[in-house]
C-alpha cells in the first residue's frame, strides 16, 4: 500500500490557524509500504533541511525540505527487510538505518552512498539514536537493553542492561546528557551520557496501560510529545 509523507508547517495556535495549518498541509507519496520512521535535520552547507524516511518497503529515502518544497534526492537501497528506525547526525551529513534484517547502515547524505553496515544481531537494532557529537549509535533491544555502537569502528562498544522489556524508541537528551528510552508502559532514564559506557538506571514512570510507541522533543528539549494508547 503506498504511503505519504505528510510535512505540516503552520502552527496551529488557535481554531483559524488549525483550519489553516490542515489546508496548507503538504502530502507527497514517498514509499510503497508503510512509514515506520522519519528523522528531520538541517543542511547547514546548503541552508536547507533534510528529511529521512525508512518503509517497510525496504528503503531509505532522503528528501530535501526547501521553499515549503519536499524534493527526493536518493533513494538508498541495500536494507533486505522493512526499515524500522532512521536517524540524522547532529554533527556530519551522515544518516543511520536499523532494519529487521538485522543491519545497521551508515548513508552518506552528499552523494546517497553506503558508507558501511555493521551486524547488530536479531531484533538488537529496534531503534537507534546518534549520540549528541555523533561518535557513538545507541540502539534499543527486544530484551529491554541498550548497545552502544562506535560509528567509525563500527563495533559495539558497549551494552546497558535497564532491566527493562523490549525498547520501542530510544533518544538522547543532549542539555541534560542522559538517554530516555520507552519500553513497554514505562518511560525510563539512562545517565550519565551512555557513550561513556558507565551508564546507571534512573528513575522509571509509567505512562499507559498499553505500550508506548513514539515520541519527538521540542527544539529546545523544553517539552516532550509522547504518542501511545491510554
Known sequence: MPC???????PAHSAVAARDWVNK?????????????????????ENTETVVTGSLDDLVKVWKWCDERLDL??????HQL????????HTLPIAASS???????????????????IDAGPVDAWTLAFSPDSQYLATGTH????NIFGVESGKKEYSLDTRGKFILSIA????????LLLSGCVCRLLWPLAQTGQGSLGAAAGLWRLPAARWAWSPQEARLCLMGKA
Open 4 to 10: 505519504h509523507v505528510e510535512e505540516h508547517f503552520v
Open 25 to 45: 498541509a503538504l502530502s507527497v507519496l514517498a514509499h510503497d509500504d508503510a512509514i515506520w520512521s522519519v528523522a528531520w535535520g538541517t543542511n547547514k552547507k
Open 73 to 78: 534526492q536518493w533513494s538508498l537501497e541495500g
Open 82 to 89: 522493512g526499515v524500522v528506525s532512521v536517524d540524522i547526525s
Open 99 to 117: 532494519s529487521l534484517d538485522a543491519h545497521i547502515r551508515l548513508w552518506d547524505l552528499e552523494n546517497g552512498k553506503q558508507i558501511k553496515s
Open 143 to 146: 530484551v529491554g537493553k541498550v
Open 172 to 179: 538522547y537528551v543532549r542539555k541534560l546528557c542522559l538517554l
